[in-house]
C-alpha cells in the first residue's frame, strides 16, 4: 500500500508570481524546434544506435524540416565523436541545418567536443552544470558560490576553444541543469555570469536552456519559473530562452506550450518523446498541436507513417497504437457512437470548408494517413462503423434500417469469435446473410411477360436441390415473383443503387418485407448487371432470410412448391 504522501513527500511550493502573464496569451508562432533523437533519445536506448541507424535518423530530421539538431554527445564515446566527425569529413550537414554537442563542465570533455567539431560550417556548443539544492550538497559537494565556479570557468574554456577554431561559426549555449528544482535567484545569478564571460548580442545570440530535467511541479509552475527568467535576464534580447521538459509526471507537452506562451523560444525534445527515464517532450505531439489550431509548425509532417516506422528502426522502440497523432489505431474508432459520428461528419465535411469532423482533430490525409483504417469494428462497434467500412471498401450504402438488421449480424460473428471484422470479413458476413445461393430457393433464371395492364414472370428456382419453374402474375415484376413464391408477405420497402461504375457496374438492391405473422421487418438483397434480375434476387433473399427463422412460412412455402 503506499504511503501517505504527507509523510515522505512534499508539495513543490508555488513561484511567486502574482502578475503573470502567460495564462492570457497564445501561441501565435512555433517555437525553434531543437531535435535532441541523436543525443538524449539515444542515451535512452536499451543499445544506442549505431552509426548506420543514427545517419538514417538524421537525415529524417533534416527532410521534416530540423534545423538545429543535437547529434551527440561526443565526449562520452568513441562512437559518438566519430559520427559527428562523420557528419563533417563527408559533408552530411546541410547549409541550413546547425549541428549541436553536449558536453559537461569539465576542461577534457569540453576540449574533446570541439575537436569533434573541427571544420564545421556552424555549430552549437552546448554546456551545462548541475544547479539544483539537491545536486549542489548531494552530488558535487559545492555551494552556490563552487557551482558558479564550475559554470564559469566551463564558459572561459568554450571560449577559448571557440576562438581556436575560427572557421566555424560558434553559437553557445548554457544550461543550469535541474533547473526546474533550483531557487530562481541562483539560476539567474548563475546565467548571468556565464554570459557575462560569452558577452552575446542580438546579432549574435546565445542559448539559455531551462531544461525540466526532473519534472517536479505541475506545468503552470514550470511557466512561471520561465516567465520569471525571461523578465529579469538582463540582456533578454540577447538570449534565445529554451526550454527542455521531461516527461516525469507526463505533462511534459503541456510544460512545453505554457513555456512558450511564457516567453520561451526554442523547445529542444525527441520526435516521440523518448528521452531518458519517463522520456522528454514529444515533438512530433507538440508541432502537431499547433497544427491543429491552424498554425504552420515549419515541420513536415505529411508521411507520419515513413517517419514512425523510420523512428522504431532506429531506435528499436515501439510507437503506442493510440500515440497522438501517429498510432496506428490513433484515427481509429471502435466505439459505435463514435463511429456514427464520423461516417456523418464525412458525409456533411465540405472540402473546401474548416474541417470539422467530429473526433478527428485533423484531417488523417494531411498526415498522408489514409481513411481505410478509421472505422474498424469489433464487439464495440454499432451500425455506424459497419456501415462506413461496407460504403468505403465496397461502395455499398445499406438503408438506414438495413444497417441496424445487419449490424446485429455482424455482432453475432463477433460475440462468437471474440475477434476484430475487417472489411473483407463484413463482406463476407454480408454475402452469407444476403447473396448466398445455399439457401432453400435459389434463383436460376427469369422470364418476364409485360402487357398494358399487367405483368407475367416465370422463374426458374432450385428449392432444397430441386429444380422447380414457378409463375405468377401481378401489378409489375417483383408484385408478380411475390405471388409465384405463393407466400403471405408484404414489400415494405424497395431501393437499387449503383455498385461500382462505368461498364462494370452493377446494380444492387435492397428489398424490405413484413408478414402478417412477423413483427417489424426484414430485408433482403440482391446484386446483378440487370437491376430486375437483382430486384428478383432480393426478394428471394429477403424471402429465404424470412422462411429460414420461421417454422410456420417454411411449411407454407414447401406446401406452395410442392405443388408446382
Known sequence: MLKQPNTKYQAFPPIQLADRSWP?????????????????????????????????????LCEIGFKEIEVAFPSASQTDFDFVRKLVEENRIPQDVTVEVLTQAR???????FESLKGARRAIMHVYNATAPNFRRVVFNVDRAGCIKIATEAAKLVRECAEAQPETEWVFQYSPETFSSTELDFALEISERVFEIWQPTKERPAILNLPATVEAATPN?????????????????????????????????????????????????????????????DLVTLALNLYSQGIDPQLDFSRINHIARTAEECTQLPIHPRHPYVGDLVFTAF??????????????QDPNALWEVPYLPVDPADLGRTYDSIIRVNSQSGKGGIAYLMESAYGLVMPRRMQVEFSAEVQQVMDDTGEEQSAQDIWAIFERAYLSDDLPVTLLAHRLEESRDHHGVELDVMVN?????????????????????????SIHSFEERSLGIGGDARAVAFLEIASPDMAGTLFGAGCSSSIVEASLRALISAANRLVTRDEKLREVLEASLSTV
Open 465 to 489: 436441390g430441386k429444380p422447380r419453374r414457378l409463375r405468377g402474375e401481378g401489378n409489375g415484376p417483383l408484385d408478380a415473383a411475390l405471388r409465384a413464391l405463393g407466400l403471405p408477405l
Open 107 to 113: 576542461d577534457h570533455l569540453i576540449r574533446r567536443s
Open 24 to 60: 492570457g496569451k497564445t501561441i501565435t508562432r512555433p517555437p525553434i524546434w531543437m531535435s535532441t533523437d541523436l543525443r538524449d533519445g539515444n542515451q535512452a536506448l536499451f543499445e544506442p544506435m549505431s552509426a548506420a541507424r543514427k545517419l538514417s535518423m538524421f537525415e529524417m
Open 335 to 348: 466505439s459505435g457512437s463514435h463511429q456514427d459520428a464520423i461516417k456523418k461528419g464525412f458525409a456533411a
Open 221 to 281: 509552475v514550470y511557466a512561471d519559473q520561465v516567465e520569471w527568467m525571461c523578465r529579469n535576464l538582463s540582456n533578454r534580447e540577447a538570449i534565445i530562452v529554451s526550454v527542455h521538459p521531461h516527461n516525469d509526471r507526463g505533462t511534459a507537452v503541456a510544460a512545453a506550450e505554457l513555456a512558450v506562451m511564457a516567453g520561451a523560444d526554442r523547445v529542444e525534445g525527441c520526435l516521440f518523446g523518448n528521452g531518458e527515464r519517463t522520456g522528454n517532450v
